[in-house]
Nanobody, 126 residues
């Protein structure tokens, strides 16, 4: 199993930037496909971005493409989400998640992700 802890959320004005971090731990904690999801009040959990274990493949939702970047640290135990040009509609709780390497890529549904962090709030004001 793997444990995930998100950090870096906060309040930012439209057009600003935030960088979210997700620290992983546990046996073979680096050997997972990682994803970022978000959930706004009253809405379903929504796919944002995903990265393979090696970091050599990434995939983004159309709504964030060109603005957000997912990356992994050199040790592969930390995954980041750099968010630029933020919009009020980006306001949500952001979650990192881990899927086994046997899961197909990209996985844009929450279902294949076996492990989830607690979430971090991102609020974008207008």
């Amino acid at each position: 199993q793997v444990q995930l802890v998100e950090s870096g959320g906060g309040l930012v004005q439209a057009g600003g930037s935030l960088r979210l971090s997700c620290a992983t731990s546990g046996r073979t904690s680096s050997m997972y496909t990682m994803g970022w999801f978000r959930q706004a009040p009253g809405k379903e959990r929504e796919f944002v971005a995903t990265s393979r274990w090696s970091g050599d493949s990434t995939y983004y939702a159309d709504s964030v493409k060109g603005r957000f970047t997912i990356s992994r640290g050199n040790a592969k135990n930390t995954v980041y989400l750099q968010m630029n040009s933020l919009k009020p509609e980006d306001t949500a709780v952001y979650y990192c998640a881990a899927a086994r390497l046997t899961v197909g890529f990209p996985a844009v549904s929450p279902t294949p992700y076996a492990y989830w962090g607690q979430g971090t709030q991102v609020t974008v004001s207008s």
